[in-house]
């Protein structure tokens, strides 16, 4: 049976996509050690896997990070202190997160150069 921390990590990876290990830590705002226990009992139970020559976890070996994903995913991690693990979901386009932080709905749109015309979008 899975732990909570498990189960968040599975989680933000199916929703998500691939992400960075220093961004579960954040996330699951656990010492390195605790993180380590997690992640290698997840890989022992073959429920993720190493991405991108181990700098990513995954759900498996043929997914490929997000990076629009990935820097949205460092904006929430500013707020994770506020956020319930399971209040984060991906959002509907051109947003990529939304979550609830006290009782308010919040988006999170990464715009790149040249795509300002999105944020007309959103409001």
Known sequence: MLQNDELHVIKWLSQYGPLPKSQIKKMLQIPEQALEKVLKSLQRQR?????????????????????????????????????????????????QLFFLKENTGYEILVLYEGEEHFQSCTR
Do not use: N
């Open 47 to 95: 429920k993720i896997t190493e991405v991108g020559g181990g700098y990513y976890f995954g759900l498996d070996k043929m997914c490929q990070p997000d990076q629009r994903m990935i820097l949205a995913v460092w904006v929430l991690t500013r707020f994770i202190e506020k956020i319930d693990p399971m209040a984060h979901y991906p959002a509907t386009y051109p947003s």
